[in-house]
Every structure is written in C-alpha cells, then in structure tokens.
C-alpha cells in the first residue's frame, strides 16, 4: 500500500514538472484548465494535500492492526485436545474419555476390522468410519460441562447395540 502511494505521488510531481502549457515554477497546470478554468493548482498544494490524506490513512489503517492484533491476543484460539480412538467388533477403546469442559476436541477415530459408525448423542455429529486400514475419521467437538454418550450409528454385527462409550466434560 505504501508502494502504491509512493507510486502515485511521484506521479503526480512529475506530471507536475513535464505539464504542458503556460506554466510558472512549482505551477500546474492540468489539460482540465482549458474546459475548467480555475483548475489549476500549485504542486505544493496538491503535494501538501496528497501527504496529509496519505498520514491520516496509514494512521487509521496502524490503529486498526492494533485494535485486531490486541483482539486476536484477547480471544486466541485454544489449540484442541487430540483423542485416538480405536472401534472394533464391539467396543471403543477408550470407552470413556474425560476432559475440561470448553476444551475443543479433535477426535480421531480408525477402524481394526468392519466399517463403523460414531455417533454422539443429541449433535449433529454422525461419520462413517472406513474399514481396517483405508483411513482415518476426524471430527472436531467442543463439549460444554455435561455427559456426552457415543455410539456406533452402523450396524456392524450381532454386539453392535453395546458398542457405545462417553465423554464427561467437567468445569
């Protein structure tokens, strides 16, 4: 941004220098002087005029990094918790996983065998997980102070009705 203003200023004071035209020292006259008389003005006065508009946008443009750096200082994002969970034929493990509440959670969830579910009851959060070595699911979760139970949300055999665990988020 400065660049361009530097830009455009030494424009400007050299169009002042090479302008055509009856012209004194330091004088301007623009190609509008002949269809608007009046027109004209001093270098000084465009230069003096360009300088202060110049001052008061880099003032104003400092004043606004400032009020934004000090937000980002005031409200830093909270780097979240990773949790590695394992499904397989009928369990999570862990099963029960404590945290602070207001602690964002980064969940990462793989398969040992079947394709899987996970499901957190009463969110929207519901991922299909890919079978044995195909990838991992991952799904961000803040929890605020309570009990959050999970569950595989796909059927994936005869004990998949027990196949659920926890999450207790505590003050």
Known sequence: MVVLMRYALTSLVLLAATASGPAKAGHYDSPLTH???GFSRTVA??????SR?????VSDFSRTVTDVASGFSRTSAQEPQVIEIIAERFSF???EIRVKAGTPLEIRLTSEDTMH???????????ELPK?????ATVTFQPTAGRYTFEC?????????FMRGVIIATE
């Open 132 to 136: 044995r070595g195909r990838g991992v």
């Open 35 to 37: 269809i608007a008389p």
């Open 45 to 50: 006065d465009v230069v003096s005029g360009f």
């Open 93 to 95: 493990n862990p099963s």
């Open 153 to 161: 949300s796909r059927l994936c055999g005869a004990g998949h009705a």
């Open 117 to 127: 579910g996970f499901h957190i009851l009463g969110t929207d959060i519901d991922l």
């Open 53 to 57: 508009t110049v001052a008061d946008v």
